[in-house]
């Protein structure tokens, strides 16, 4: 790619943005990567990134799919793990674990056949369960409880004195996965119906399927942010989850991905999370009040929606452009 292409491109200021605001907090907090603080910061950063890769999937499958179920049901995960599986014994690394994931992959199945098969829109479908997700937290948690299972304490901790945070294996997870499928191609075909399902399906592609396939892979990735909001407040929080729909939205709106479909991938939402979350520390730093946080993230995803959408204009123009146009 020419390098001057490659400096202008979306992707290109996300990481100058980041690094900036690394900078930032470096000159307001010059402790900012000591060992004592590095494994708090990881710990709080780990389930936005988290929450931002489980609103990828839906979105990069195109037809609209802002998926507002993730928050409640990291959140969701909180509760089974903390409410459900630990009282009846379950709370065990190798069945907590596996079932919290199930649970994640359970339903973002059923946001996904609703979604593809039965041809609901999005946002209605996902409005619902985050309304259903809600409720249910406060049907199995009226209110905030004690103890959490001993994978939660784990992943809190750290190694190497602070340098290695344990809940980096989530993302670690997440990222294995995701590198897994596109070699299987199936982000690829994601892509293909986020980009145009018509030609997809005229090539072959099942599209509800692959459509399913996304929204359960984004359920996966937000029962990971629900296992890393465990072990970040070390309890169970019927309310805790709910906050990071629209930080995930924002994150990957911000990190270049196109909203309507067809472009994008992991790595851009992972810089837009840790803008934001950089965002807040240069807040909290200079003593801003934590009542500005959500004007700043809604300001933020304002501002990513409209860059998000001059740059898709931009490349549906150079697209449309005559054949024998020059480049």
């Known amino acids: 790619m020419n390098p001057r292409i490659a400096l202008r491109s979306p992707l290109a200021k996300v990481w100058a943005m980041t690094l900036a605001l690394v900078i930032a907090n470096a000159v307001v907090s010059p402790d900012l990567l000591a060992g004592s603080r590095l494994p708090g910061m990881v710990n709080l950063l780990v389930p936005l990134v988290l929450a931002a890769l489980a609103s990828v999937p839906s979105i990069l499958s195109g037809g609209g799919g802002l998926d507002l ?8 995960v909180n509760v089974f793990a ?17 079932l919290c994931l199930l649970l994640g992959a359970a339903v973002g199945a059923l946001n996904g056949a609703l979604v593809a098969y039965g041809r609901l829109q999005p946002i209605v479908v996902t409005l619902g369960s985050f309304l259903v997700l809600a409720g ?22 750290s190694s190497l004195g602070g340098y290695l945070p344990h809940s980096l294996i989530l993302l670690l997870a997440a990222f294995g996965l995701w590198a897994a499928l596109r070699t299987a191609g199936f982000v690829r075909l994601v892509r293909a119906v986020g980009s145009d399902q018509r030609a997809a399906y005229t090539s072959g592609v099942n599209v509800p399927a692959i459509r399913l396939g996304a929204y359960t892979l984004g359920g996966v ?39 309507h479909g067809g ?18 520390l240069l807040l909290s ?34 697209t449309a452009a005559p054949q024998g146009a020059r480049p």
């Open 69 to 76: 179920s993730v928050g409640p049901l990291l959140g969701f």
């Open 82 to 98: 903390v409410g459900v599986l630990v009282p009846r014994g379950l709370g065990s690394a190798w069945i907590g674990i596996p």
């Open 136 to 157: 249910l937290a406060l049907v199995v948690m009226p209110e905030p409880v004690g103890g959490a299972p001993g994978w939660a304490a784990f992943l809190a901790d």
């Open 221 to 259: 990735f937000a029962a990971l942010a629900g296992l890393a909001l465990t072990a970040l407040i070390n309890s169970g929080d019927p309310t805790a989850g709910r906050q990071y729909t629209l930080m995930a939205i924002a994150a990957v709106a911000l990190g270049a991905n196109a909203l």
């Open 263 to 280: 472009r994008g991938g992991i790595l851009g939402p992972l810089l837009g999370a840790g803008t934001l979350f950089l965002i807040q």
């Open 285 to 318: 730093a200079v003593n801003v009040s934590s009542l500005w946080i959500q004007v700043v993230y809604g300001t933020v995803l304002l501002v990513a929606i409209c860059l998000n959408s001059t740059t898709a204009g931009g490349a549906r123009l150079r």
